[in-house]
């Protein structure tokens, strides 16, 4: 069976100071990858979406980056917090076939100070 | 933007059936209508999906309108642990991606 993990689980940060989030999927092969951020009360936002190594769309411009160093690993980035970067980030993970449903993760919760 | 319509919240009994309307009239000949929930501070999960026919799993019915308009998604007999965000969505995209509304609250109330 397949399994998504993400951590950290939360993570309180800085304004300024750099963040790594990281997802890995086990139990499948050449998934499209996920990240979504929720604000506080709202709804989901995509922020990346991957189908392959190395390959990365951005749905919203930010100061957040992605990026897909193997298979199964997805990881969000930043060079410098802002306050507006706390929220809940889900990474999910779909087949590689158009009408497949995502799957997420357990999620981080992010609050940056 | 969201291309569904839900009520921001629901109440529900338990033990009785949760009916949970969404509205996409501009849903288009080859999107998928699917079903999330949030549980409170949990990543949401997969519930059920369908293109035209009404579809049942272990965890719900949906009920998908001739036009496709509209849909249902019906809980059968509510429990408390049903108490979560449900999202309506629609897509089809080269990379499925799906865009998520506010959803309906679902209190099940004892």
């Known amino acids: 069976s397949q399994t998504i993990h993400q951590w950290p689980a939360t993570l309180v940060q800085p304004v300024g100071s750099p963040l790594s989030l990281e997802c890995t999927v086990e139990g499948t092969s050449n998934p499209n990858l996920y990240w979504y951020r929720q604000a506080a009360g709202r709804g989901l936002q995509l922020l990346f979406y991957?189908?392959?190594?190395?390959?990365i769309s951005s749905e919203v411009p930010q100061n957040l980056s992605a990026s897909r160093p193997q298979d199964r690993q997805f990881i969000l980035s930043s060079k410098k917090l802002l306050l507006s970067d706390s929220g809940f980030y889900l990474c999910?993970?779909?087949?590689?076939?158009?009408?497949?449903?995502?799957?997420f993760g357990p999620g981080t919760r992010l609050t940056v100070l | 933007d969201a291309k569904t319509t839900q009520p921001t919240s629901m109440d529900c009994a338990e033990g009785r059936a949760a009916n949970l309307p969404c509205n996409h009239s501009?849903?288009?000949?080859?999107?998928?209508v699917y079903w999330y929930r949030q549980i409170h501070s949990q990543g949401p999960q997969y519930i059920i999906h369908?293109?035209?026919n009404n579809e049942t799993n272990e965890m719900a019915s949906l009920i998908i309108t001739e036009d496709r308009k509209s849909s249902t998604l019906i809980l059968p007999h509510a429990t408390l642990r049903d108490t979560a965000v449900y999202y309506c969505i629609v897509g089809r995209g080269a990379t499925n991606k799906l865009i998520f509304g506010t959803g309906t609250l679902l209190a099940v109330q004892p």
């Open positions: 999910a993970w779909s087949r590689d076939r158009g009408t497949d449903t995502q799957y």
């Open positions: 991957s189908v392959g190594i190395g390959q």
């Open positions: 501009t849903i288009s000949g080859n999107e998928y």
């Open positions: 369908g293109l035209k």
